[in-house]
């Protein structure tokens, strides 16, 4: 991994219960419909005992950038996302480069279950997993956004590799910013992150960055955990998006 500068590193530690998690919103992200038997009580025992010390954390790292039509430049990596994120990037300076992880227990709960014919609730555990993550990187992001504004800058929504056009095997260079095992974090030859629920990207930072409310119109993610929710109801979905 590339040498950094920690001055400008932030790490963040979150218990489950401080993120708000809406089971009834699981179970319509799971599209369980109507007629079919509801898993509140076990979700609920899921947050609330199972999953209650999971290893949820994140965090990210900021560094100066240069953007450039359809790519930007960090640290000597040069990011080929294609023009539709590139675009976000034109009045940014800087970059914050983050990762965020709910932890290796979700996915062992996850397997754990299904290995043991309860598929269903391996299902529930595996999207509240992605629900984790989601919730937590919104806090750290939130924090980000907090802390820019004292000093009169402005933050732009988080992308991630793989999302649009933008080649899921750049992890390795984003990847390459970061600390060695940042957040207890790990990639793959394959550009798979280690624990599997976890999500890696970049925000905009720059005196006249601008925050998008709504970016699914822009998106053609098959893996979005938001994406029935977009077809039924667009405004509720984008105000979900884990692209905020």
Same mark, same amino acid.
């Given at each position: 991994m590339g040498n950094v500068n920690l001055s400008n590193t932030r790490h963040f530690k979150f218990h489950i219960e401080e993120l708000n998690i809406s089971i009834e919103n699981i179970e319509k992200l799971a599209r369980m419909g109507e007629g079919m038997p509801s898993y509140i009580e076990f979700l609920n025992k899921e947050i609330n005992s199972t999953l209650l010390d999971a290893s949820i954390e994140g965090g990210y790292i900021i560094l100066d950038s240069d953007s450039k039509n359809d790519r930007i430049e960090v640290e000597g990596q040069v990011f080929?996302?294609?023009?539709?994120?590139?675009?976000?990037?034109?009045?940014c300076s800087q970059l914050a480069v983050f990762v965020c992880t709910a932890g290796p227990e979700v996915s062992k709960r996850s397997m754990e279950l299904s290995q043991n014919g309860d598929l269903i609730e391996g299902f529930l555990v595996d999207i509240l997993g992605s629900v984790?993550?989601?919730?937590?990187?919104?806090?750290?992001?939130?924090?980000?956004?907090?802390? $820019?504004?004292?000093?009169?800058?402005?933050?732009?929504?988080?992308?991630?590799?793989?999302?649009?056009?933008?080649?899921?095997?750049?992890?390795? &260079? $984003?990847?390459?910013? $970061?600390?060695?095992?940042?957040?207890?974090?790990?990639?793959?030859?394959?550009?798979?992150?280690?624990?599997?629920?976890?999500?890696?990207?970049?925000?905009?930072?720059?005196?006249?960055? &601008?925050?998008?409310?709504?970016?699914?119109?822009?998106?053609?993610?098959?893996?979005?955990?938001?994406?029935? &929710?977009?077809? &039924?109801?667009?405004?509720?979905?984008?105000?979900?998006?884990?692209?905020?």
């Open positions: 080929q996302m294609g023009e539709a994120i590139a675009k976000h990037y034109t009045n984790i993550v989601e919730k937590a990187m919104d806090r750290i992001q939130k924090t980000l956004q907090e802390e $820019l504004l004292k000093n009169g800058l402005k933050a732009t929504n988080r992308y991630s590799p793989g999302y649009v056009d933008w080649n899921v095997g750049e992890q390795q &260079k $984003l990847f390459s910013l $970061l600390p060695n095992q940042f957040c207890n974090v790990s990639l793959s030859e394959s550009s798979l992150m280690s624990p599997s629920k976890s999500v890696s990207g970049i925000i905009g930072i720059g005196k006249n960055a &601008k925050y998008k409310h709504h970016v699914c119109n822009d998106c053609s993610s098959a893996n979005c955990i938001y994406r029935n &929710k977009r077809i &039924k109801d667009p405004k509720n979905a984008e105000n979900n998006c884990s692209f905020q």
